[in-house]
Protein backbone atom coordinates (compact mmCIF):
# COMPACT_ATOMS: atom_id res chain seq x y z
CA UNK A 1 0.00 0.00 0.00
CA UNK A 2 1.38 3.52 -0.91
CA UNK A 3 2.60 5.48 1.91
CA UNK A 4 1.09 9.11 2.36
CA UNK A 5 2.50 12.48 3.66
CA UNK A 6 0.10 15.29 4.93
CA UNK A 7 0.64 18.00 7.38
CA UNK A 8 0.53 17.69 10.58
CA UNK A 9 -1.80 20.27 11.42
CA UNK A 10 -3.27 23.40 9.73
CA UNK A 11 -5.16 26.52 11.31
CA UNK A 12 -8.23 28.42 9.54
CA UNK A 13 -10.59 30.67 9.92
CA UNK A 14 -14.73 30.21 9.84
CA UNK A 15 -16.09 31.18 5.89
CA UNK A 16 -12.42 30.39 4.59
CA UNK A 17 -11.54 27.95 2.03
CA UNK A 18 -9.18 25.31 3.11
CA UNK A 19 -7.16 22.86 1.26
CA UNK A 20 -5.13 19.97 2.41
CA UNK A 21 -2.58 18.29 0.13
CA UNK A 22 -1.53 14.44 0.47
CA UNK A 23 1.85 13.02 -0.77
CA UNK A 24 1.71 9.71 -2.22
CA UNK A 25 4.24 9.55 -4.36
CA UNK A 26 4.35 5.61 -5.01
CA UNK A 27 1.32 5.29 -5.63
CA UNK A 28 -0.05 2.10 -7.53
CA UNK A 29 -2.20 2.09 -10.97
CA UNK A 30 -5.10 0.28 -9.06
CA UNK A 31 -5.10 2.58 -6.15
CA UNK A 32 -7.89 4.93 -5.16
CA UNK A 33 -7.46 7.88 -2.80
CA UNK A 34 -10.23 8.30 0.27
CA UNK A 35 -10.21 10.89 2.76
CA UNK A 36 -11.55 10.47 6.26
CA UNK A 37 -12.79 13.01 8.91
CA UNK A 38 -12.33 12.45 12.47
CA UNK A 39 -13.65 14.61 15.46
CA UNK A 40 -12.47 13.16 19.20
CA UNK A 41 -13.75 10.07 20.76
CA UNK A 42 -15.43 8.94 17.57
CA UNK A 43 -14.90 6.91 14.46
CA UNK A 44 -13.89 8.28 10.80
CA UNK A 45 -16.43 9.76 8.66
CA UNK A 46 -15.60 9.04 5.01
CA UNK A 47 -15.38 12.47 3.37
CA UNK A 48 -14.31 11.58 -0.49
CA UNK A 49 -13.12 9.60 -2.98
CA UNK A 50 -11.60 9.57 -6.13
CA UNK A 51 -9.00 7.80 -8.62
CA UNK A 52 -7.96 10.77 -11.07
CA UNK A 53 -8.97 14.16 -11.97
CA UNK A 54 -11.64 15.83 -9.70
CA UNK A 55 -14.73 14.98 -7.31
CA UNK A 56 -17.28 16.75 -6.01
CA UNK A 57 -19.78 16.49 -3.74
CA UNK A 58 -22.19 17.98 -1.31
CA UNK A 59 -18.94 18.47 1.57
CA UNK A 60 -15.78 18.74 -0.69
CA UNK A 61 -13.52 18.12 -3.28
CA UNK A 62 -11.08 16.27 -4.62
CA UNK A 63 -8.20 17.50 -6.68
CA UNK A 64 -6.25 14.56 -8.35
CA UNK A 65 -3.27 15.85 -10.64
CA UNK A 66 -2.60 13.68 -13.84
CA UNK A 67 0.56 11.67 -12.13
CA UNK A 68 -1.49 11.29 -9.13
CA UNK A 69 1.61 11.34 -6.88
CA UNK A 70 -0.81 13.84 -4.79
CA UNK A 71 -3.86 14.96 -3.84
CA UNK A 72 -6.02 18.14 -2.39
CA UNK A 73 -8.78 17.67 -0.32
CA UNK A 74 -10.89 21.00 -0.42
CA UNK A 75 -13.25 21.87 2.44
CA UNK A 76 -15.23 25.42 1.04
CA UNK A 77 -15.89 27.62 3.61
CA UNK A 78 -15.31 25.71 7.04
CA UNK A 79 -17.46 26.34 9.84
CA UNK A 80 -15.85 25.85 13.54
CA UNK A 81 -17.65 22.09 13.32
CA UNK A 82 -14.78 21.37 10.80
CA UNK A 83 -12.43 21.47 13.30
CA UNK A 84 -11.16 17.46 13.07
CA UNK A 85 -8.34 15.31 12.08
CA UNK A 86 -8.66 14.43 7.89
CA UNK A 87 -6.63 11.38 7.33
CA UNK A 88 -5.93 10.30 3.25
CA UNK A 89 -5.70 7.02 2.24
CA UNK A 90 -4.39 5.23 -0.32
CA UNK A 91 -4.90 1.64 -1.35
CA UNK A 92 -5.74 -0.80 -4.21
CA UNK A 93 -9.23 -2.28 -4.15
CA UNK A 94 -7.87 -5.44 -4.93
CA UNK A 95 -4.80 -5.84 -2.24
CA UNK A 96 -7.01 -6.61 0.64
CA UNK A 97 -9.38 -5.20 3.08
CA UNK A 98 -7.60 -3.41 5.73
CA UNK A 99 -7.60 0.23 5.83
CA UNK A 100 -4.10 2.09 6.71
CA UNK A 101 -4.17 5.43 8.85
CA UNK A 102 -1.38 7.48 8.75
CA UNK A 103 -1.24 10.85 11.11
CA UNK A 104 -3.92 12.53 9.63
CA UNK A 105 -3.75 16.36 9.39
CA UNK A 106 -5.12 17.65 12.61
CA UNK A 107 -7.56 21.03 11.26
CA UNK A 108 -8.62 23.97 14.15
CA UNK A 109 -10.99 26.20 12.49
CA UNK A 110 -11.36 29.49 14.59
CA UNK A 111 -13.79 32.31 14.74
CA UNK B 1 -31.45 3.08 8.72
CA UNK B 2 -29.35 3.04 12.33
CA UNK B 3 -25.37 2.93 11.86
CA UNK B 4 -22.68 0.90 13.53
CA UNK B 5 -23.36 0.28 17.06
CA UNK B 6 -20.16 -0.61 19.76
CA UNK B 7 -20.96 -1.66 23.11
CA UNK B 8 -20.53 -0.89 25.69
CA UNK B 9 -19.21 3.07 24.98
CA UNK B 10 -16.70 2.93 27.88
CA UNK B 11 -14.68 0.23 30.00
CA UNK B 12 -12.74 -0.03 32.83
CA UNK B 13 -11.04 -3.66 33.78
CA UNK B 14 -8.06 -4.52 35.73
CA UNK B 15 -4.61 -5.85 34.38
CA UNK B 16 -4.86 -9.44 33.43
CA UNK B 17 -8.96 -9.39 32.85
CA UNK B 18 -9.92 -9.85 30.05
CA UNK B 19 -12.60 -8.33 28.05
CA UNK B 20 -15.36 -8.56 25.25
CA UNK B 21 -16.71 -5.47 23.31
CA UNK B 22 -19.62 -5.97 20.64
CA UNK B 23 -20.20 -4.56 17.27
CA UNK B 24 -23.51 -4.78 15.61
CA UNK B 25 -22.69 -3.70 12.47
CA UNK B 26 -25.03 -1.49 9.72
CA UNK B 27 -28.10 -3.75 8.61
CA UNK B 28 -27.33 -6.02 5.19
CA UNK B 29 -23.18 -5.04 5.63
CA UNK B 30 -21.94 -8.39 5.73
CA UNK B 31 -18.00 -7.24 6.75
CA UNK B 32 -17.04 -5.97 10.18
CA UNK B 33 -13.13 -4.61 11.09
CA UNK B 34 -12.15 -3.73 14.13
CA UNK B 35 -9.53 -0.87 14.94
CA UNK B 36 -7.30 0.16 17.98
CA UNK B 37 -6.63 3.86 18.46
CA UNK B 38 -3.80 5.40 20.80
CA UNK B 39 -2.42 8.48 20.98
CA UNK B 40 1.03 7.11 20.34
CA UNK B 41 0.35 4.41 17.22
CA UNK B 42 -2.38 6.00 15.93
CA UNK B 43 -5.49 4.00 14.16
CA UNK B 44 -4.07 0.48 13.54
CA UNK B 45 -6.04 -2.63 12.21
CA UNK B 46 -6.97 -5.30 14.05
CA UNK B 47 -9.00 -7.87 11.75
CA UNK B 48 -11.88 -8.24 9.52
CA UNK B 49 -14.80 -10.30 9.08
CA UNK B 50 -16.74 -11.26 6.44
CA UNK B 51 -19.38 -14.02 6.44
CA UNK B 52 -18.35 -15.03 9.55
CA UNK B 53 -14.31 -15.46 8.61
CA UNK B 54 -11.69 -13.98 9.40
CA UNK B 55 -10.21 -12.85 5.90
CA UNK B 56 -7.63 -10.63 7.50
CA UNK B 57 -5.68 -10.19 10.11
CA UNK B 58 -3.32 -6.47 11.64
CA UNK B 59 0.13 -7.35 13.38
CA UNK B 60 -1.11 -7.87 16.93
CA UNK B 61 -0.16 -10.41 19.29
CA UNK B 62 -2.82 -13.36 19.73
CA UNK B 63 -4.47 -11.92 22.89
CA UNK B 64 -6.44 -10.56 20.70
CA UNK B 65 -9.20 -12.55 19.19
CA UNK B 66 -12.69 -12.00 17.03
CA UNK B 67 -15.30 -13.52 15.80
CA UNK B 68 -18.54 -12.92 13.49
CA UNK B 69 -21.94 -14.63 13.99
CA UNK B 70 -24.24 -15.41 11.35
CA UNK B 71 -26.26 -12.12 11.67
CA UNK B 72 -23.18 -10.24 11.31
CA UNK B 73 -22.68 -9.40 14.77
CA UNK B 74 -18.88 -9.23 15.91
CA UNK B 75 -16.85 -9.36 19.16
CA UNK B 76 -13.23 -9.15 20.25
CA UNK B 77 -11.84 -10.54 22.74
CA UNK B 78 -8.63 -9.19 24.23
CA UNK B 79 -7.36 -11.76 27.02
CA UNK B 80 -4.94 -11.42 29.85
CA UNK B 81 -5.31 -7.41 29.48
CA UNK B 82 -2.08 -5.24 29.97
CA UNK B 83 -1.47 -0.92 30.42
CA UNK B 84 -0.80 -0.65 26.66
CA UNK B 85 -4.04 -2.15 25.72
CA UNK B 86 -6.14 0.84 26.97
CA UNK B 87 -7.13 2.04 23.80
CA UNK B 88 -9.96 3.26 21.80
CA UNK B 89 -11.45 0.46 19.65
CA UNK B 90 -13.23 1.10 16.94
CA UNK B 91 -14.91 -1.03 14.60
CA UNK B 92 -16.49 -0.56 11.11
CA UNK B 93 -18.47 -2.47 8.72
CA UNK B 94 -18.74 -1.97 4.51
CA UNK B 95 -21.50 -3.46 2.13
CA UNK B 96 -19.89 -6.14 -0.28
CA UNK B 97 -17.23 -8.07 0.47
CA UNK B 98 -15.16 -5.91 2.49
CA UNK B 99 -13.63 -2.39 3.40
CA UNK B 100 -12.16 -2.65 0.25
CA UNK B 101 -10.16 0.63 -0.99
CA UNK B 102 -12.54 1.90 -2.85
CA UNK B 103 -15.74 1.38 -1.02
CA UNK B 104 -16.89 3.43 2.31
CA UNK B 105 -16.40 2.11 5.86
CA UNK B 106 -18.96 3.04 8.41
CA UNK B 107 -17.32 3.26 11.62
CA UNK B 108 -18.84 3.04 15.24
CA UNK B 109 -18.52 5.15 17.93
CA UNK B 110 -16.19 3.37 20.10
CA UNK B 111 -15.65 1.55 23.19
CA UNK B 112 -12.97 3.27 25.29
CA UNK B 113 -10.92 0.70 27.16
CA UNK B 114 -9.19 1.65 30.12
CA UNK B 115 -6.73 -0.98 31.73
CA UNK B 116 -5.62 -0.26 35.59
Known amino acids: LAKTTQPISMDSYEGQEVNITCSHNNIATNDYITWYQQFPSQGPRFIIQGYKTKVTNEVASLFIPADRKSSTLSLPRVSLSDTAVYYC????????????FGKGTTLSVSS | KAGVTQTPRYLIKTRGQQVTLSCSPISGHRSVSWYQQTPGQGLQFLFEYFSETQRNKGNFPGRFSGRQFSNSRSEMNVSTLELGDSALYLCASSPGQGARQDTEAFFGQGTRLTVV
Open chain 1, 89 to 100: LVGDSQAGTALI
